[in-house]
């Protein structure tokens, strides 16, 4: 069942979410050359004790995820648990944080470069963010949510990379997630008719090789089967009468 958020119920996930972004935007300057995932997730923790919210991630799944933040490296697309792998010059990371506030989830990702990176790596992340910016410009009432989904998926196989399949976007409410399962590639006029009220996670994930992945020995970091660059850029939004509205802004 997709659940429709009322107007006051979407007024928490708008401090739920702006919690997620002000984090990341931290987060993001604090990925530097030198610094380990793990010292990431610790600042992850602090803020969200000063914020009072509770870590989404933390003991989710099976095994249960072990910490608050997904810190993925290169060719990891996603799920990857902080180490003490050192980030260094030239890395991309792709950084996914999940907030529980006043009971709703907020969640959002982005995939950034350390220092200087290679050109290849830039556009990889510049077409990445553009196709999740083109999910959201399409979504809204009345139209299906495989105009979403097609919107995504044809910009970024228009510029030559590969949309992963395996992993989806999901409506996000009091559980993280919730349903539709909102994929980044097929026809437009397919899936439920978006609402007022509805909340969404897109979440494109892009590679630069082959789409297809793999789940790592600790059970969680998921890669590239080929070891390709890939990136990911998540957004919570909401559907309104009109344009949707973020509500993972910092
Ligand atoms: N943003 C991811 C998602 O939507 C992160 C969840 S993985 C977790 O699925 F296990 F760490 F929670
Ligand atoms: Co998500």
């Given at each position: 069942m997709i659940t429709i958020k009322s107007d006051e119920e979407v007024k928490i996930m708008r401090e739920a979410g702006r919690i997620v972004g002000q984090v990341l935007q931290i987060l993001a300057a604090e990925?530097?050359?030198?610094?380990?995932a793990r010292d990431l997730d610790k600042i992850v923790r602090k803020e969200y004790v000063k914020r009072g919210c509770?870590?989404?991630?933390?003991?989710?799944g099976k095994p249960p995820y072990p910490a608050t933040v997904c810190i993925s490296v290169n060719d990891e697309l996603v799920h990857g648990i902080p180490t003490d792998r050192v980030i260094k010059e030239g890395d991309i990371v792709s950084l996914d944080l999940g907030a529980t506030f006043k009971g709703f989830v907020g969640d959002s990702a982005i995939t950034i470069g350390v220092g200087e990176i290679t050109p290849e790596a830039q556009k990889l992340i510049d077409v990445t963010r553009e196709s999740l910016m083109r999910g959201i410009g399409v979504a809204?009432?009345?139209?299906?949510?495989g105009v979403i989904s097609n919107a995504i998926g044809e910009y970024i196989e228009s510029q030559g990379y590969g949309v992963v399949r395996e992993y989806v976007g999901h409506g996000v409410g009091r559980?993280?997630?919730?349903?539709?399962q909102v994929p980044?590639?097929?026809?437009?006029?397919?899936g439920p008719v978006l609402r007022r009220g509805m909340v969404l996670a897109l979440e494109p994930m892009v590679t630069i090789g082959d789409w297809h992945t793999k789940t790592l020995k600790d059970q969680w970091t998921v890669s590239t089967i080929d070891g390709s660059l890939c990136a990911h850029f998540e957004h919570t939004i909401a559907i309104t009468d009109g344009e949707a509205e973020i509500l993972t802004l910092p």
């Open positions: 990925a530097k050359p030198g610094v380990t509770i870590p989404t991630f933390l003991g989710y809204r009432p009345g139209e299906r949510l559980q993280m997630h919730e349903e539709p980044n590639y097929g026809p437009p006029d397919r």
